[in-house]
């Protein structure tokens, strides 16, 4: 969970997410050498009183600084992609969940088990003692170490089911059916929202995922 000093992402709970992270910093090392590397030509050039001609209309650092951003945005362009087809990806699922957004609620179906199904509902501020404006009465339970399946909708408007521990965030359209596969390698509780501004209670709407053991989850299906 998101903490007001965390400046950074939160702990990865999905190989997706560690993917995107490594993507990030990947990126973030690209940025910094092009930033120091012009910021220092800028200064040079501002305080130096005599200007290096081969600065100023030479005809090969302009190929240098023409052809050297083409092969930065190879080297983004690349793991970039290879990120998209892999979030894309749809492995053999365990389970199926399908997730319905409303205004301004989240209700859930086990597509394979017929008698699963249940809305799912902030706890109001004054009926909690933690994680205020992020729990709900009714947890998703899933599985840990085995491939999830997610379908989503909605019913009024747009909405936006968003994990991010877990490196998703997925579109909640009426009339259309949107699926994305996910993968959480260890236990705990994560937290989300919606993140698509859906009216006046947009904020009040959070997704909040259990991950546990097969054996419990087993346990908790025959129990429901």
Same mark, same amino acid.
């Given at each position: 969970?998101?903490?007001?000093? *965390? ?15 490594? &993507? ?7 940025l910094i050498?092009?930033?120091?590397? $012009? ?7 501002? &305080? ?9 209309? %030479? ?41 319905? @957004? ?11 088990? /017929? *008698?699963? %199904?249940?809305?799912?509902?902030? $706890? ?5 003692? *933690? ?25 009024d408007v ?8 877990? @490196? ?6 009426? @009339? ?14 994560? &937290?989300?929202?919606?993140? %698509?501004?859906? @009216?006046? *209670? ?8 259990? /991950? ?8 908790? $299906?025959?129990?429901?």
């Open positions: 969970m998101a903490t007001w000093s *965390n400046f950074n992402f939160q702990n990865s709970a999905s190989p997706l997410m560690e993917q995107i992270i490594f &993507f990030h910093d990947h990126t973030l090392i690209i050498m092009i930033t120091i590397l $012009i910021s220092y030509l800028m200064v040079n050039m501002f &305080f130096n009183k005599y200007t290096n001609r081969f600065l100023i209309e %030479e005809q090969m650092i302009e190929m240098i600084w023409t052809i050297l951003p083409a092969f930065t945005l190879i080297f983004i362009a690349l793991p970039s992609l290879r990120l998209l087809y892999l979030l894309d990806e749809i492995n053999n699922p365990l389970i199926t969940l399908k997730s319905i @957004g409303h205004q301004w609620y989240w209700s859930y179906e086990y597509s394979d088990f /017929s *008698n699963i %199904e249940f809305d799912s509902y902030m $706890i109001q501020p004054q009926n909690m003692q *933690n994680f205020r404006l992020l729990d709900v009465d009714n947890r998703i339970i899933l599985p840990m170490n085995n491939q999830i399946r997610i379908l989503v909708t909605a019913t747009i909405h936006s089911w968003t994990i991010p521990a877990l @490196g998703i965030k997925i579109d909640a359209n009426p @009339g259309r059916l949107n699926q994305m596969s996910f993968f959480i390698n260890r236990p705990g509780i994560y &937290f989300g929202q919606c993140s %698509e501004i859906c @009216g006046a *209670n947009h904020s009040f709407m959070p997704i909040v995922i259990e /991950s546990i053991s097969i054996n419990n989850f087993i346990e908790w $299906i025959n129990n429901y």
